[in-house]
């Protein structure tokens, strides 16, 4: 077996010094009735070639589609340098920077990709990363409930990803964190419902998403100073990609933004890994979870950075701890940095610029065939959702003929759809020509 | 030369360079600037660095070289597992027909992907004896907070409300408690022996209907085999609690027993630990979480399930304890986990653990003149030494960790458990040789012997790293963690 290097010899010395007879020996304290004794019902060993060939046929079980589906996972290109440069067994195979001395490599790209976080969301401060969207909001949410004295509501908007919401409402289940939701309204965040749910002076936070699950950009003026009256918590849900055109978090006024940062460039690849990010204002550093790389020198006075505010962490407090999280998505955080390095400000706004008119000339050329009208009036970028006179599922099934994920559905009648800078006129238009035909 | 590489990718920028390529406008008009309304638009610019791919690949490849990783050199760091991460995986990690796949993809569609996802679970539970398998959590905390959920949920559907105690040995990771405390669960600490074990005499008094369960590793984390593990798992049973089995020592026994055999409930596996996954300097892990027979209607949604004619589908159940990912968990990880076990096969699976113990015991016996054992016998997948055995020298652990820099090695875990003052935890894994291990055993005598002839070289180290000792106490006190902050 080419992952075992011991020799029938090893063994034996190595027994030897250990003072035992056996590998038996190994294991003699375990009672007996523990210990496995029949073959695994596992395939056997395969070669290199032989899985090739296996992983190729399940592949073939998989479908090529066109994706124009979206709702938190974009089909954004991936610039070919970051896979050979992430592969590198230094940053690959290394664990946690416990040992800065011979970590600097994962410091230093953590310490970056803090900063270019803080700079797409304005915030002062983030940590090195998390899990992803959905486990970033819990998190949020968990922080905005340590951060208030003696309160445990939050209100999630009517407006934010399903998918986000059901995680957020799972941990608030077992965490003993009241959730309740504030209603849409026109495919907004109804902000009289919001006002009306702070009355009770009782809520810590409130989670607003942009842009909202529906594609809509959210005009969220005075949503601070509502949320700051109240003492709760302004935490926004937002799509990084987003951040190189939109209004900042920080110029909305909110306190904790966070969401997934797939957009950046991370291939879809089924579901993950992707990589949260989870940033806040200065004030709230020590209810912020996880790791934090910060700057600092050695003892001959070198630039270095370190794991620092270590005393927040799930480790140090065990039981006192506000979260568990231990480590980050470190190297899907390398990924987005060097996307983020790749295309600077000025790549991201082109991103923006190209998903934006092919989003929009889609809804045009939707709306146009007749079968198609526009669920809200309301600013977009990339996604948007229609009302739809055929069935969502027949138009889904007559796309996919043509080989194209269409979208996603809402219900029967509303059908979102997101373009990116991926998608050609062709695409668009044999999906446009498909829906009209039905 | 590499060494002094000490810039940072926002020093190397230079207004008006670029490091992409884009697909050219594909419609006239629809322009962005002009559709928005002023009022949704950012005011300030985001400062992201300006540099070409060129400056990218030497810079993170310049960054790199200050690393250290499985791949540089031995890395036998306790409780973390770090083996041999094979390159394979990555090659069918990466595969096209997997990594476009969108969640949203119709199960028809995705069916091959579904298949590695079933296979993977199916063979976690046929390794470790538990019925059912989500691959979902993200990591090994994650795992083990669904797997609390899944404690819990159990006790609620049950209607037994009282039940919001979970029992945690001394000994235990320090995730146990928290991951415990954020599933709103209180915390009871059960004693070790002298032996290192969990004393059940301590734990009698401790059970009573008020106990959700009781979480566990065996090994502990002295890397000593819990024996009185049937006899914990009938009291914990008859109380009415449920045996949750941390799985981040699970290396030792694989192959050997099965947590399901030990009368575990509930158990999470670390696939970046025990099934080679790298570990991605903190991330992407994979954390699935397994259940015994009759619970597995609790695991998370969205779940993976195979019909009868053969096609695979997801299926959400009410009854379950919720929604702790976006999806179907880390997959590239997953497809990883997936080739190494199809490469291990059924005939080379059950080596692995008592190959790591081997090693193990033998560094433990060629070491214990040197470090002081507190605990001698067979010890299993690592084992933990309480600082030198000459205590009057006044080298402590954290200088031996930082002087085997020096060398070439990573340190061992430190300050770990806490049963010790001066813990030094080690684990070598089943892909060192014998040749490794006797390298590594000659430099722990060398410094044990610098210790005592030469102290100041040890307290001082390490010499030869890219940087030396660091000022943790400012950057905490004065914390600059962005480049702009760092600017002032």
């Known amino acids: 077996m080419k992952y075992f290097p011991h020799t029938p010899e090893d063994i034996d010395s190595m027994l030897q010094v250990a003072g035992l007879k056996s590998m038996d020996d190994l294991y003699g304290e375990i009672p007996s009735q523990l210990l496995f004794n029949r073959e695994f019902a596992l395939p056997e060993a395969m070669s290199e070639a032989e899985i090739r060939k296996f992983i190729d046929s399940l592949g073939d079980k998989n479908g090529k589609l066109v994706c124009f589906a979206g709702a938190g996972v974009e089909d954004h290109y991936a610039p070919s340098i970051i896979n050979p440069i992430i592969s590198r067994g230094e940053f690959l195979t290394a664990y946690t920077p416990y040992q800065p001395e011979i970590s600097q490599g994962t410091l230093q790209y953590i310490f970056e990709y803090q900063s270019m976080i803080c700079e797409l969301t304005g915030m002062d401060v983030t940590n090195a990363s998390m899990y992803d969207g959905c486990t970033a909001t819990a998190e949020a949410v968990m922080m905005s409930v340590a951060a208030a004295k003696k309160r445990n509501k939050v209100l999630l908007s009517a407006t934010m990803n399903p998918k986000v919401k059901r995680v957020v409402e799972t941990y608030a289940k077992y ?15 109804d902000i009289a419902d919001l006002e009306a749910k702070l009355q009770g002076d009782d809520v810590a936070g409130v989670v607003l998403a942009q842009p909202n699950f529906y594609g809509i950009v959210e005009d969220y003026s005075g949503v601070a100073d509502v949320c700051h009256a109240k003492k709760a918590l302004m935490i926004m849900n937002v799509n990084p990609m987003s951040l190189a ?9 909110a306190d904790i933004a966070c969401g997934d940062a797939q957009s950046l460039g991370i291939p879809m690849n089924y579901g993950g890994p992707y990589v949260g990010y989870l940033a806040c204002t200065n004030s709230l550093v020590r209810k912020l979870p996880g790791r934090i790389v910060g700057s600092t020198t050695d003892v001959d006075g070198k630039r270095a950075f370190v794991l620092t505010l270590q005393a ?127 | 030369m590499i060494r002094n590489y000490d810039k940072l990718i926002f020093e190397l920028s230079k207004e008006g360079r670029v490091g992409y390529s884009l697909p050219k406008k594909q419609v006239e008009g629809y322009c962005m600037c002009c559709g928005l309304p002023e009022n949704l638009k950012r005011e300030s610019k985001p400062e992201l660095p300006e540099v070409t791919e060129f400056d990218v690949v030497r810079h993170y490849t310049n960054l790199s070289n200050k690393n250290f990783g499985v791949d540089t050199g031995f890395y036998p760091l306790g409780s973390c597992t770090m083996k041999y991460n094979p390159r394979i995986n990555e090659e069918i990690a990466a595969h096209h027909a997997f990594t476009g796949l969108h969640p949203e993809t119709p199960v028809e569609y995705a069916q091959g992907a579904l298949e590695v996802y079933y296979n993977l679970a199916a063979s976690l539970s046929e390794i470790s004896g538990l019925s059912a398998f989500t691959l979902n959590p993200y990591a090994g905390a ?93 009291l914990v049973h008859e109380c009415g609690g449920l045996l949750y089995y941390d799985g981040a020592n699970l290396n030792a026994v694989l192959g050997k027993c099965r947590p399901g055999d030990m009368g575990f409930d509930i158990m999470h596996i670390n696939l970046h630990k025990t099934f080679s996954t790298p570990h991605g300097g903190g991330g992407p892990g994979d954390g699935p979480v397994g259940v015994r027979e009759g619970l597995e209607h609790l695991l998370p949604n969205p779940q993976v399930k195979k019909s009868d004619d053969g096609k695979f589908y997801i299926a959400t159940d009410e009854k379950s304890s919720g929604y702790v990912s976006n999806f179907l968990g880390n997959f590239g990880v997953i497809m990883r986990a997936y080739t190494y076990i199809l490469t291990l096969g059924r005939e080379n699976v059950k080596m692995v653990g008592p190959l790591a113990v081997l090693n193990a015991n033998y560094v433990k016996e060629s070491l214990k003149n040197e470090y002081y054992l507190p605990i001698e016998g067979v010890c299993k997948h690592e084992f933990v030494f309480d600082g030198l055995a000459d205590k009057s020298t006044g080298v402590t652990t954290l200088d031996i960790a930082k002087r085997l820099l020096d060398y070439g090695y990573h340190a061992p875990t430190i300050y770990f458990p806490l049963l010790f003052h001066q813990s030094i935890m080690i684990e070598p894994t089943e892909t060192e040789s014998k040749e490794t291990l006797d390298e590594f055993i000659a430099v722990m005598k060398k410094v044990a012997k610098e210790a005592i002839e030469n102290p100041d070289v040890v307290k001082s180290a390490p010499h030869t790293t890219p940087v030396r000792r660091l000022d943790e106490t400012t950057a905490a006190r004065f914390p600059k963690t962005t480049y702009k902050q760092m600017k002032g």
Not at chain 2, 200 to 214: C, Q, R
């Open chain 1, 175 to 189: 965490n003993g964190i009241e959730i309740e939701t504030v209603a849409e309204k026109d495919g907004v965040t």
């Open chain 1, 245 to 253: 055109v939109l209004k900042t978090p920080t110029e909305w006024g």
């Open chain 1, 312 to 438: 927040r962490e799930q480790h140090i407090r065990r039981e006192k701890a506000n979260s568990n999280i231990c480590s980050n998505q470190s190297l899907m955080a390398l990924y987005v940095t060097i996307y983020m390095s790749l295309m600077g400000s000025k790549g991201l706004k082109e991103v923006n610029k190209l998903s934006y008119a092919g989003a929009h000339y889609l809804a045009d050329q939707l709306v146009a065939t007749g079968k198609c009208t526009m669920a809200y009036d309301k600013p977009f970028l990339n996604e948007f959702a229609v009302k739809t006179t055929v069935d969502t599922k027949t138009i889904q099934a007559a796309l996919l003929e043509k080989g194209i994920l269409g979208g996603v559905r809402i219900s029967d009648d509303t059908l979102l759809l997101c373009v990116t800078e991926q998608r050609t006129k062709a695409e668009m238009d044999l999906l446009v020509e498909t829906v009209k035909n039905l």
């Open chain 2, 142 to 234: 994650h795992g083990e907070l669904t797997g609390l959920m899944i404690m819990r949920q159990y006790h609620i559907q049950r209607g037994d409300l009282k039940r919001t105690k979970v029992i945690v040995p001394d000994s235990a990771h320090g995730t146990n408690p928290a991951s415990a405390a954020v599933c709103g669960l209180q915390i009871v600490e059960v004693k070790s022996t002298a032996k290192g074990t969990v004393d059940v005499e301590d734990l009698k008094p401790l059970l009573d209907d008020t106990v959700a369960g009781i979480m566990m590793t065996n090994p502990n984390t002295l890397g000593i085999f819990e024996t009185e593990i049937p006899e914990i798992s009938r």
